[in-house]
């Protein structure tokens, strides 16, 4: 099992920034993904962004440019450093982690709530 705590949403203008963190606990995982969801108001969740274990990373096309992921392996910890909000970018945002052995084995975050507006 393997627990994730999101820190850092909140509430800011648009076109300001803001950085969420994502503690997870330690797992037996050395293959991994790490990534971002987020769930708008009426909307389906959609991924944001994720990075592997190795540093490779991926984002959805809309927040290509704006938003960045990284991760620290040493302390279990991916961030998505996000710039030049948007209303649209109002929602919820979820910690994921993927890890493989002969399996895959997913766990989500809790959620952070982003709210951009004037």
């Known amino acids: 099992q393997v627990q994730l705590v999101e820190s850092g949403g909140g509430f800011v203008q648009p076109g300001g920034s803001l950085r969420l963190s994502c503690a997870a606990s330690?797992?037996?995982?050395?293959?991994?993904?790490m990534g971002w969801y987020r769930r708008a108001p009426g909307k389906e969740r959609e991924l944001v962004a994720s990075?592997?274990?190795?540093?490779?990373?991926g984002y959805a096309d809309s927040m290509k440019g704006r938003f960045t992921i990284s991760r620290d392996n040493a302390k279990n910890t991916v961030y998505l450093q996000m710039s030049s909000l948007k209303p649209e970018d109002t929602a919820v945002y979820y910690c994921?982690?993927?890890?493989?052995?002969?399996?895959?084995?997913?766990?989500w975050g809790q959620g952070t709530q982003v709210t951009v507006s004037s």
């Open positions: 994921n982690f993927r890890g493989y052995d002969t399996h895959e084995y997913i766990y």
């Open positions: 330690k797992s037996r995982f050395s293959i991994n993904i």
């Open positions: 990075i592997t274990s190795s540093g490779n990373t």
